[in-house]
């Protein structure tokens, strides 16, 4: 890299291209196609929803008593019951990929089982009478 000497009248031009065009980038990078703008616009209004004296806020979430969620819940307890009984500290995610895991590598070893492989097949073996 070479300094510049004071005067130089092209790299001064090089410098003030650059922070005009940086200036340019930050200003044009700032700003929203209008049509684009409006569809947006026009979405947030059509799902918002006013809380007033007539309609007020929600004192808990939007369906957070359903019974879906009661059920979720409890099902959820019983895993976490589960896991405290089998003495493993994994939470329930982990239980449901190991067992996963388990279950895959079960198939594949019964997979590549000769017997398996002849039943695939449909061929009985030479030695069968």
């Given at each position: 890299m070479q300094l510049q000497e004071p005067g130089d009248k092209k790299a001064d031009r090089y410098v003030a291209h650059s922070r005009l065009s940086v200036i340019e980038n930050v200003s044009e990078g700032l700003t929203v196609h209008e049509p684009t703008a409006r569809i947006l616009r026009a979405h947030r209004m059509r799902n918002r929803t006013l809380w007033d004296e007539t309609n007020p806020a929600p004192k808990v979430?939007?369906?957070?008593?359903?019974?879906?969620?009661?059920?979720?819940?409890?099902?959820?307890?019983?895993?976490?019951?589960?896991?405290?009984?089998?003495?493993?500290?994994?939470?329930?995610?982990?239980?449901?990929?190991?067992?996963?895991?388990?279950?895959?590598?079960?198939?594949?070893?019964?997979?590549?089982?000769?017997?398996?492989?002849?039943?695939?097949?449909?061929?009985?073996?030479?030695?069968?009478?």
């Open positions: 979430l939007p369906g957070s008593d359903t019974e879906a969620t009661k059920e979720g819940i409890k099902a959820l307890k019983e895993l976490q019951a589960q896991a405290a009984k089998s003495g493993t500290k994994a939470s329930p995610q982990d239980l449901l990929r190991a067992s996963q895991k388990a279950s895959t590598w079960k198939r594949a070893l019964v997979g590549a089982l000769p017997l398996q492989a002849l039943r695939a097949s449909n061929k009985q073996p030479e030695d069968h009478r």
